[in-house]
């Protein structure tokens, strides 16, 4: 088996939806997010690397880019959150995962991106961390309802 990484395509899309909502009662966000998807990869606004074994995507990770403004620790007005880290079930625990981040990681250092920040489980927090990236407990958040 040939391991493959490669640049994330519009044609690819429909995949990191359903690495992003893997889950059956998930499912109804997939359309949206991939038409979204499509359109940041296209914009240049979304960075994904898959990762490929015989043809077949067996982990995949994506670099959404925000145009957040230079800050007082941060000339850089663009940030990174690292979204869609995902492996296949029988590919787990062969370091695919920290390959594709450590890739997306070094290509915001060289775009001159100073901040990437992301969401975590229990089961991925340990490889984050040995990655460098720290827990911010300043965070909060606010579901505004449509109006």
């Known amino acids: 088996m040939t391991l493959l990484l490669r640049p994330a395509t519009p044609a ?37 690397l898959l990762a490929e074994m015989d043809f077949e995507v067996v982990a995949g990770a994506g670099l959404v880019l925000l145009n957040w403004g230079p800050g007082r620790h941060d000339p850089s007005p663009i940030r990174a959150r690292l979204v869609n880290v995902w492996t296949h079930e029988h590919h787990r ?46 965070e909060m958040l606010l579901k505004l309802e449509a109006t």
Request: charged share 20%; no cysteine.
């Open 12 to 48: 690819d899309a429909d995949a990191i939806a359903a690495h992003r909502y893997p889950d059956g009662e998930d499912a109804a966000a997939r359309p949206a997010y991939a038409a979204w998807v499509r359109e940041a990869l296209v914009s240049g606004d979304y960075l994904g």
């Open 93 to 138: 625990r062969q370091g695919l995962a920290r390959q594709l981040t450590g890739e997306l990681l070094a290509q915001a250092r060289a775009r001159g991106i100073g901040t990437v920040s992301l969401a975590h489980t229990g089961m991925s927090r340990p490889i984050y961390e040995s990655l460098g990236f720290r827990a911010y407990p300043q």
